[in-house]
C-alpha cells in the first residue's frame, strides 16, 4: 500500500520504478492474460488488413480502442489494489472504464499530438508537455474528469514533481522500447510466415502494454498523495476522490 506523505516529501523515481514493476509482479495473472487476448484480435486483424485501407483504418480505429481500454483497466486495477488487495474482477474493472473510454480516447489523441507537435518545434517543450500531462489517464479513470479538465489536473498533479515525474516516464519508456525492439528483431529473424510473426508481436505488446499504464497509475496515486489537503468550506480537509465503483 502507497504510505501516506506530507507535504515536504518528494516523489523518488526509484520507489515509483518499484512500486510499478511490483504491481506488474503481484498481478502478472490479470495483467498478462487480458494484454494477450486483446492485443493477439488486433494482430490478427492488422496482419488481415495489409495492403487494403479500409480494412487497415478500421484495424487503426480498433486497435486505439482496445489500448486505451486496456490502459483504463489497468488504472482501475491500480486503484482497487490500494489497500494491498484487489477486490474485483477484470469484468468488473472493464465496465467500469466503459463510459470513460471516449474521453480517454479524446484526451490520448489530444494530448499526442501536442507532444508531437512539441517534439517537431524544439523537442523541449515536448518533453514538457509529456511530463505536464503524465497522469490524464488515472484522472480520467479515478476522478472521472472531462478530457479538458483532465489536462489542467494533471499539471496541477505534477507540479514541483517535474524532474522525478519525467526522469519515471523516460526509464519506463526505455525499458519498453527496449522489450518490443527485442521481440521484433526475434520476429525479423526467425521469417517463419504470418502466423509466428503475429504471435510474437502479440507478445511483445503482451508484456510491455501493462508498463506505461501501470507507470501513470502509480504516479497519480503518489502524487495524490503528496497533494496539500484541500479545505473545505467548514475548515475540515477535503477527502481524496475514492476509485469509481465497479458495475
Known amino acids: 500500500m502507497i504510505e501516506c506523505g506530507s507535504m515536504d516529501r518528494k516523489l523518488s523515481v526509484g520507489e515509483s520504478l518499484s512500486r510499478t514493476f511490483s504491481i506488474y509482479r503481484d498481478q502478472a495473472g490479470v495483467l498478462i492474460p487480458v494484454a494477450f487476448w486483446l492485443f493477439l484480435a488486433v494482430s490478427i486483424l492488422e496482419a488481415l488488413s495489409a495492403g487494403n485501407v479500409g480494412l487497415g483504418l478500421f484495424a487503426v480505429v480498433v486497435s486505439l480502442a482496445v489500448s486505451t481500454l486496456y490502459q483504463g483497466t489497468v488504472v482501475g486495477l491500480v486503484s482497487d489494489v490500494q489497500d494491498g488487495r484487489r477486490d474485483?474482477?477484470?469484468?468488473?474493472?472493464?465496465?467500469?472504464?466503459?463510459p470513460v473510454v471516449l474521453p480517454l480516447i479524446g484526451a490520448g489523441l489530444l494530448s499526442g499530438l501536442g507532444i508531437?507537435?512539441?517534439?517537431?518545434?524544439?523537442?523541449?517543450?515536448?518533453l514538457y508537455l509529456l511530463t505536464i500531462w503524465a497522469v490524464i489517464a488515472p484522472v480520467i479513470v479515478v476522478e472521472r474528469s472531462g478530457v479538458f479538465d483532465a489536462f489542467g489536473r494533471s499539471r496541477q498533479l505534477v507540479r514541483g514533481n517535474g524532474w522525478p515525474v519525467f526522469w519515471t516516464v523516460v526509464v519506463a519508456f526505455l525499458i519498453t522500447f527496449a522489450a518490443v525492439v527485442v521481440f521484433a528483431a526475434i520476429a525479423v529473424a526467425l521469417s517463419e510466415g504470418i502466423l509466428v510473426e503475429i504471435v510474437l508481436l502479440t507478445l511483445g505488446a503482451t508484456f510491455t502494454a501493462p508498463i506505461p499504464a501501470l507507470v501513470a497509475s502509480v504516479l497519480y496515486f503518489r502524487l495524490l498523495d503528496l497533494q496539500p489537503p484541500p479545505a473545505s468550506d467548514s475548515g475540515a480537509p477535503a477527502a481524496a476522490p475514492e476509485p469509481p465503483a465497479a458495475t
Request: zero cysteines; glycine letters at 14%.
Open 116 to 126: 508531437v507537435a512539441g517534439f517537431v518545434l524544439l523537442i523541449v517543450p515536448g
Open 88 to 98: 474485483h474482477s477484470v469484468g468488473e474493472q472493464m465496465r467500469s472504464v466503459a
